[in-house]
């Protein structure tokens, strides 16, 4: 997914990190339970009958500040706000202390991710809401 903000710059968002990094409370909390114990068993990812890699399959503006992604394995409780978006940019550079969301793995791709051509197109009549 690319975000391209008011002040001009562009963010790049892999389907895979945006799943990883989802804001829902199932998720902010399985990173914190390895915040705390690197040893925690991860739970299976997807759903039954998933198969492929892993896309986005739509995604919804929430009011105007934010968005809504359904993921290929089901998962679709995550509300990205604009401001979360910014926080979790791969390319910004990131504080050196452990405060703020962590990936649930290490992130393993490019700094910069190119939109997933299965995806839906982005509507772009509607600009994010700068901070």
């Given at each position: ?49 998933a ?5 986005a ?45 962590q ?29």
């Amino acid at each position: 997914m690319t975000v391209q903000w008011a002040d001009g710059t562009t963010s790049y968002y892999s389907i895979a990190y945006l799943r990883r990094m989802s804001p829902s409370a199932e998720a902010r909390e399985l990173r914190e339970q390895m915040a705390r114990n690197p040893l925690t068993v991860l739970p299976a990812s997807g759903h039954a009958g998933a198969a492929g890699p892993l896309t986005a399959l739509d995604a919804q503006f929430v009011g105007n500040y934010a968005i809504r992604i359904t993921f290929s394995d089901g998962h679709n409780t995550g509300i990205y706000s604009w401001t979360y978006l910014r926080q979790i940019d791969p390319a910004a550079p990131q504080p050196s202390s452990h405060s703020g969301p962590q990936p649930i793995v290490p992130e393993d791709s490019p700094r910069t991710a190119q939109a997933d051509p299965g995806a839906p197109p982005v509507d772009r009549r509607r600009p994010p809401v700068p901070e």
